[in-house]
């Protein structure tokens, strides 16, 4: 018989390969864990997830997410505190976040208990996966897709959930330099820029190769009509500080609704720092820059947390930021990832105790 963990069914692997990871030196996203959760859409419903062993999967060619990609995902991490509790953050932001992603694809909507509870049990199967050296987590990347076969253009009658994850340490591995782009855009108004949609990212890797052939390792996207506004990098949001205001934009149909943004939002207004939500234009930062008002600029999102920027090129031009000895970037990094492994309190009741 196999195990049940919160009433989801638990099939374990045979062989782990613990033994083969050397947790001291994690890279981002490459190790896998020994399990995923997996679900099935089929006959119209979710079916009950199973926990199984890490594994291939197998789809038909005329599978609908090769030729249409319907795909959606999410990004977390868990943690492990001293005593070895197992700390989630802002969990079921990331299963709303989901299913609003996934309705803008036409991808059935999962259950709360499926994504929770499967989750939770997969945690609890590969608890020993869960790093615990200052600055590694276990990664833990939720997918849906269309399984459904069929070369007619329209939405699959059948997806895969799955759920798996990754030990890992820091993605990026120090400041980074950044493009303002001013040709392509990642998203349009009445888009799918606000869904994590596989497909919003492949768009991206073509401007960002050309970034990088530059100089660049990511680019600050801008709004698709007038490339005047920022609006977000890679996989993560942005904030700017001009003088002691940081400022961020608003989310849109364009921007991700990232939960880190808005923690550190929340945040930095507990702290005392003035934050202001608002279009940041191009030419407002370029100025900054100029008058040394430009005091930060830095990325935010679950999987480099907080990202410093150590400089934007924009127009065949390039300005630095400024080396600051006590920056809001450090403060708000490790206030927040001290409540996310429960080194200080959390009055905003965002870890979640597995
Ligand atoms: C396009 C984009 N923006 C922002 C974020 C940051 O969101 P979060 O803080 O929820 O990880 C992500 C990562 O999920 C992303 O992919």
Known sequence: MNALINDIEVIKTKTTKINDVDFDHLSFG?????????????DGKWQAPKVVPYAPITLDPSAKIFHYGQSVFEGMKAYK?????????????????????????????????????????????????????????????PFVFATGKGFHASPADEYKFIICTAPSGAYFAGKVKVLIEEKYSRSANGGVGFAKAGGNYAGQFYPTQLAIEKGYQQVIWTDDNTHEYIEEAGAMNIFVRI?????????????LDGITRKS?????????????????????????????SLKEMFGAGTAAVISPIAGFGYKDEDFDLPELENTYASSLKKRITDIQTNKVEDPFGWRYNV
């Open 30 to 42: 490459k190790t896998f864990s020994d399990h995923m959760l997996e679900c099935d859409y089929k």
């Open 81 to 141: 505190d001293e005593d070895d509790n197992v700390l989630l953050f802002r969990p079921l932001d990331n299963f709303k976040r989901l299913n609003i992603s996934s309705k803008r694809l036409a991808i059935p909507e999962l259950p709360e208990a499926y994504f929770m509870e499967g989750l939770k049990a997969l945690l609890k199967v590969d608890s020993d996966w869960i790093p615990k050296k200052d600055g590694s987590s276990l990664y833990i990347r």
């Open 243 to 255: 003088n002691n205001t940081l400022i961020t934009g608003p989310t849109s149909d364009r921007i």
């Open 264 to 292: 550190i939002i929340e945040l930095a207004k507990t702290e005392g720092i003035n934050v202001e939500v608002r279009k940041i234009s191009v030419s407002e930062v370029v100025e900054a820059a100029k008058n040394g």
